[in-house]
């Protein structure tokens, strides 16, 4: 062997070593860290998790389980923690303060809200929320277009005839509608090309998004930088969505009236105008796409699927779906359209939207965040810059808080005189101040949706109730329901 060989081979070799004692060190630091298993030089703890179902394993992963723990990967390290430390967890991290960390900041390029930190997600959260807000979240202006969309709706399933059919696809186009609705204050036929281009993008990123290696890179970004695959086609799919509202921003400056804001674009541009002399003004065309495309992929997918959770649910459980008939006959009757007034008038059926979001755990496990400092938590310190992933279905599935939390039962959501119980353990939509800022549009959206939905049609399975599966098919970055058909009867 030649001498540059040989010294080649003991410069790996070293370097190898020196690796793996800087990670061993840094997971062994005076127990600064949670409890974990012991790294693998590089690749760390990788090979413990399996990329099918990543929150399943990581509750098994030693730490995990017993409510906190941590994981390596190349210099990264991931803290997990599970419900029962929520309490000291929030006290801890408020003080400490968190930012994003995932891989869909590298595919947005650090810009919008979603894909955003620091002072530009304060400047894009403050103004995505005010805006929500004037044009109607949670106010009447709003609930006339969803009451609008979910009057489509129903035009859309009285023409399926009582015949059989995969609700997938319309219960996607509703909510994507209502965001198009928002954003650019149109909204379209569900068998538009436009519409169905624009739903196609959403959904094979959406695909993309919820990949098996996706989630595993979410628990270490970095890798991102390094590893090839097909997720890099996602980037690609999320131009081509921001391109899409581009063309409807130059539609929108044609025929803009300050003085008159119809839509989210509409407020965005008269923001732009009101800073156009500040050189580092965070508002430009490049974060309102970005923000749009945020809208898109956060407000389209999961209000879908949880409705399509729903209405599978209720197939399964015939029993509630008869109590909601009655409730909603009783208070709104026949003719009248389901209102937001309505809801607290409807406990039953408020308590089964809420217990269809907990049995679901639509989203498993929070995004990864990172700590901005070091941070006491009980007699741990974590280390500035560390990943965190709260899991959300260990709150969610809490056997103190939720009796028998494997079983489907809207009593879960209710006292003992039949009233809506509210409770700090439903988090579907997150933890803290990055908790989804359309939570409140969501939450109306499955309201009149699915009240609507009932109001108008009994639900029939196409075999026997007891037969009917309702575990997820998928479980990656969210749940989804498996495939299923059925008649929905005119009442």
């Known amino acids: 062997m030649e001498l540059l060989e040989i010294i080649t081979l003991a410069l790996v070799i070293c370097g190898t070593c020196l690796i793996f004692l800087l990670l061993w060190k840094k997971s062994h630091t005076a127990g600064r860290l949670p409890p974990g298993p012991t790294p693998l030089p590089i690749i760390g703890n990788m090979l413990q998790l399996n990329p099918k179902d990543i929150p399943a394993s990581l509750s098994k992963v030693r730490g995990f389980g017993s409510g906190a723990g941590h994981l390596q990967a190349l210099s990264q390290t991931t803290v997990g923690r599970q419900s029962h430390l929520n309490l000291s967890w929030r006290t801890a991290v408020g003080k400490a303060g968190l930012y994003d960390t995932n891989t869909f900041l590298f595919f947005a390029s650090f810009l919008g809200l979603l894909f955003s930190n620091g002072e530009r997600w304060e400047q894009m959260r403050r103004f995505s929320l005010m805006t929500l807000r004037n044009f109607g979240m949670g106010k009447r202006s709003m609930e006339e277009k969803v009451q609008e969309e979910a009057r489509c709706l129903m035009e859309e399933f009285r023409k399926t005839e009582s015949q059989p059919f995969d609700p997938k696809f319309i219960l996607a186009c509703a909510p994507c509608n209502v965001i198009c609705s928002i954003l650019f204050n149109e909204r379209f036929q569900y068998k538009n090309e436009t519409f169905l281009f624009l739903m196609d993008l959403l959904n094979e990123n959406f695909k993309e998004v919820n990949s098996h290696w996706i989630q595993t890179y979410n628990l270490w970004p970095t890798l991102i930088r390094y590893l090839p695959g097909k997720h890099r086609v996602f980037s690609k799919r999320l131009n081509d969505l921001k391109y899409f509202i581009l063309e409807k921003v130059k539609e929108h400056q044609e025929s803009w009236d300050p003085n008159n804001p119809r839509d989210f674009i509409d407020c965005f541009l008269s923001k732009m105008e009101q800073e156009k002399l500040n050189p580092e003004s965070e508002f430009n065309l490049e974060n309102l796409a970005t923000c749009g495309t945020g809208l898109f992929s956060a407000g389209t997918e999961t209000t879908s699927i949880t409705l399509r959770f729903g209405l599978l649910l209720l197939l399964k459980h015939p029993e509630v779906e008869a109590k909601v008939h009655e409730e909603i006959d009783r208070v709104i009757g026949r003719n009248l359209s389901p209102s937001m007034k309505d809801r607290g008038k409807l406990p039953y059926t408020e308590a089964t939207l809420h217990e269809i979001q907990r049995y679901i755990t639509l989203l498993p496990s929070n995004m990864p965040h990172a700590v901005t400092q070091d941070t006491k938590f009980r007699q741990y310190v974590i280390p500035k810059g560390t990943t965190v992933l709260p899991s959300l279905s260990s709150i969610l599935l809490d056997c103190k808080e939720f009796p028998n939390p494997e079983r489907f039962d809207p009593g879960h959501f209710l006292d003992k005189n039949g009233c809506f119980k509210k409770t700090d353990y439903f988090v579907p939509f997150s933890l803290g101040k990055r908790a989804c800022v359309g939570e409140s549009l969501a939450l ?34 969210i749940n989804i329901p498996p495939p299923y058909e059925l008649r929905l009867i005119p009442r």
């Open 444 to 477: 109306m959206e499955l309201f009149l949706f699915f009240t609507t939905i009932l109001q108008n049609f009994s639900l029939e399975p196409l075999v026997d109730p007891k037969e009917l599966d309702t575990k997820p098919i998928a479980t990656g970055f």
